[in-house]
């Protein structure tokens, strides 16, 4: 069963707005990656926080992980054309080998 | 340096007949991953691999068949393709850095396939 679910499934927002897509899962987690998926390609990593994080940070994006709330969001500073695509949560069980992936938020800025 | 490959990138079947995927990676990478993606679903883990002769279960292991023969190669077979399997299929790798708490996957570009 899918563990991440992420909020909204679409945002479309003009150039040089912020976007904030929000990941909710279920179980404890041993960390919470969040990965970016273009049109017709792989997904590729962003970023990840450990479940002893509250906030991180990297160019743009920043991060914060709320474990109390089971939950995750992401937020794109100054967006781009370039920024359009979907964007997954992942999140990864202690002891798993495997990571879980949401749904996704497609993310379109408009020029 | 490539990443990850997977060959081939579209294949269009008729229902019954036979295939396999092919993923490499040239990162040395101990896990692999198959997973299908449809619409409205996001990613489905199929069957996934920690080591070189080792595999092992996903969510969706039905239809699908997998081996690791080589630790940089990871192949996804389906013995008779069904419409249901109609879907993009990616591979990934990674390894786990469990001091860092770690273990970002790479995925390749994807494999569009069509089952008739």
């Known amino acids: 069963s899918q563990q991440g679910e992420e909020d909204p499934q679409a945002l479309s927002i003009q150039e040089g707005e912020n976007a904030t897509m929000n990941c909710s899962y279920k179980t404890s987690i041993n960390n919470l990656q969040w990965y970016r998926q273009n049109s017709g390609r792989g997904l590729v990593h962003l970023i990840l926080i450990r479940s002893n994080e509250r906030e991180k940070h990297s160019g743009r994006l920043r991060v914060t992980l709320d474990t109390s709330k089971k939950s995750s969001s992401l937020l794109i500073t100054a967006s781009r054309a370039a920024d359009t695509a979907s964007y997954f949560c992942?999140?990864?069980?202690?002891?798993?080998?495997?990571?879980?992936f949401g749904k996704g938020t497609k993310l379109t800025v408009n020029p | 340096n490539a990443g990850v490959t997977q060959t081939p990138k579209f294949r269009v079947l008729k229902t019954g007949q036979s295939m396999t995927l092919l993923c490499a990676q040239d990162?040395?990478?101990?896990?692999m991953y198959w997973y299908r993606q449809d619409p409205g679903m996001g990613l489905r883990l199929i069957h996934y691999?920690?080591?070189?002769?080792?595999?092992a279960k996903g969510e969706v292991p039905d239809g699908y068949n997998v081996s690791r023969l080589k630790k940089q190669n990871f192949l996804l077979g389906l013995e008779s393709a069904a419409p249901s399997q109609t879907s993009v299929y990616f591979c990934a790798s990674g390894r786990e850095l469990k001091v860092l708490a770690k273990n970002i996957q790479y995925f390749g570009a994807g494999t569009r396939l069509s089952v008739l």
């Open positions: 992942a999140s990864k069980q202690g002891g798993s080998e495997k990571l879980v």
């Open positions: 990162m040395n990478h101990e896990y």
């Open positions: 691999s920690v080591g070189e002769g080792t595999t």
